[in-house]
């Protein structure tokens, strides 16, 4: 049945023509106008342009294809973000004329062919679902779009996590934020996601990479990445990490105590009492902060015990380490075990120094055993290390000084005078050792010069009668003997020392003379008086 009058059929009217393709410009519309319209405007609606087809306007049409063609081209694959609004706005500035556009034209159009309206409006209906359903499509589409992203994310957080377990914790710092900030951003505004459901789990692998040194047993390397732990509950919600928000609390503690321990008596604790103090501040009640002063008695008395072996120096310094760090410990009950070490230092002093003495390191033993008599006055000791002071600083010009140590009594037997006098116009220091060890300062003589050769002073020194030299006088056991000539002391600031030996030999009274030499000194060595004359000595600076 074709478009027109629904009263007549071909069969009543066989003499009136059949209508036009295309009606007149002007005048009514034809019959069945309302439907027509309706039925092309749907079918344009679709955005496929077959309204447009149905009643010849091809040109329409292919603008429909194009508009949707162009859609389709920008649209797919679906990306996260969606199509850009423009672009919409756009398309629909072509679907919605066409169909206005459509259906004005197929009232005044007819349709040629044996085709039904009603279907053909039905079929428009239909087709309106292709829009509809590409709407319902691509939003799907643009939702797993979304997801893909997001677990794109999560793989970028995922992979700046593996990479950063390679390094040290303080160059994988950086990372590890920039992971956390990743897993927060998922966890929290995409809860909802595939990648956000999977946070907790990333978070579990998360904390098992950071804490990797202390699973490995490296307590010291574990210290900052189990603090850095402690402080994540404050930057992400802490229920997504369930029982991990607290699980640093106690390997931190290990880790402070069994690396605390570790470094008891060292240098690098300093007075700040190192991890052992930061235990006590922030767990102080923990198991691992009762065990500190134990620990710390059990050190002192192992460094204590280390001082008589074959190393007091550095178990003397292992003992100084430990005095300074226990008593910064925060914890009064733990700090008053410094006074522990106090005895072990004073032994370890003096064995350091006897022990630097032995193994020809003069001015070391000099310098330690100087300490020690100016610090222990009321040790029982202090007379000795003196003297082994003394030989120490004797040996470090005359090495022949140093090959055993100084007596800790004087020997019984007879003892040699030995009278020194000063002819210079500076203070000297005599220092000796052998069978007793020893000092003595004379002042310098007012009326003495300095001598003008080596020769004259040799010759001359000591030996005017009108003048009163300054004298010591000293009983000295018989025996071989060092002495150090330290001139320029008390009037003159610079200090030039000569050494030399002697032998002090049984019923002989012995004389010995000082003397300057312009630039030079010299002195007469100790002889006995008798037939033996004065023997000159000097040396150049």
Not at 465 to 484: C, D, I, N, T, V
């Amino acid at each position: 049945m074709s478009w027109g009058d629904p009263s007549f059929g071909p069969e009543d009217s066989p003499s009136v023509p059949p209508p036009p393709s295309r009606p007149p410009t002007v005048g009514p519309p034809p019959p069945g106008a309302a439907l027509r319209a309706t039925t092309v405007g749907l079918l344009n609606l679709s955005g496929l342009g077959i309204g447009y087809a149905l009643v010849g306007r091809w040109g329409g049409a292919v603008l429909c294809w194009l508009a949707t063609g162009a859609l389709l081209l920008v649209a797919l694959p679906a990306d996260p973000d969606g199509v850009a609004g423009g672009l919409v706005v756009a398309y629909v500035l072509v679907v919605v004329p066409a169909t206005l556009h459509g259906g004005w034209i197929a009232r005044r159009t007819a349709v040629g062919g044996s085709w039904r309206p009603m279907v053909a409006a039905g079929v428009g209906l239909v087709l309106l679902a292709v829009p509809a359903g590409g709407v319902v499509f691509y939003g799907s589409a643009q939702d797993e779009a979304v997801e893909q992203m997001l677990l794109d994310r999560l793989g970028e957080g995922d992979r700046t996590v593996k990479a950063a377990s390679g390094r040290t914790f303080d160059a994988a710092r950086a990372d590890y934020r920039s992971a956390l900030a990743v897993y927060r951003e998922l966890g929290e505004d995409h809860a909802g996601s595939r990648a956000g459901e999977l946070v907790p789990q990333r978070l579990s692998a998360y904390y098992e990479a950071v804490a990797a040194p202390y699973r490995q047993g490296k307590h010291c390397e574990a210290v900052a990445p189990l603090a850095y732990l402690r402080t994540v509950p404050k930057s992400i919600d802490p229920k997504l990490l369930g029982d991990l928000a607290g699980w640093p609390d106690d390997p931190l503690a290990t880790s402070l105590y069994t690396c605390g321990v570790s470094k008891l008596g060292d240098r690098a604790a300093g007075s700040s009492g190192g991890e052992l103090a930061e235990l006590l501040r922030t767990f102080p009640g923990s198991a691992q902060a009762k065990k500190v002063g134990p620990a710390v008695s059990g050190k002192i008395k192992e460094q204590v015990g280390a001082v008589g072996g074959s190393s007091p120096c550095a178990a003397t310094e292992a003992l100084r380490g430990l005095r300074t760090t226990v008593m910064a410990l925060p914890d009064t009950s733990v700090s008053a075990r410094a006074g522990e070490a106090d005895t072990g230092i004073r032994n370890g002093v003096y064995a350091c120094g006897v022990d630097q003495f032995r193994s020809k390191k003069f001015t070391d033993a000099q310098k330690t055993l100087t300490e020690f008599a100016a610090t222990y006055r009321s040790d029982k000791r202090r007379a000795h290390a003196r003297d082994v002071a003394i030989a120490a600083e004797i040996a470090a010009d005359r090495p022949a000084a140093g090959k055993r140590l100084p007596p800790s009594g004087s020997p019984g037997g007879s003892r040699m005078e030995l009278v020194i006098s000063n002819d210079a116009p500076s203070g000297v220091e005599i220092l000796y050792t052998g069978p007793v060890t020893g000092r003595v300062s004379l002042k310098g003589c007012g009326s003495c010069r300095q001598y003008t050769s080596e020769a004259s002073g040799s010759s001359l020194a000591c030996k005017s009668g009108g003048r009163s030299y300054p004298k010591a006088r000293l009983r000295l056991p018989a025996g071989e003997y060092h002495f150090l000539y330290k001139h320029g002391t008390g009037a003159s600031a610079a200090v030039h020392s000569y050494s030399s030996g002697s032998r002090i030999k049984p019923g002989y009274t012995y004389t010995s003379c000082t003397y300057v030499v312009k630039s030079s000194y010299g002195l007469g060595l100790p002889s006995p008086t008798g037939p033996v004359s004065l023997a000159p000595a000097g040396s150049s600076r």
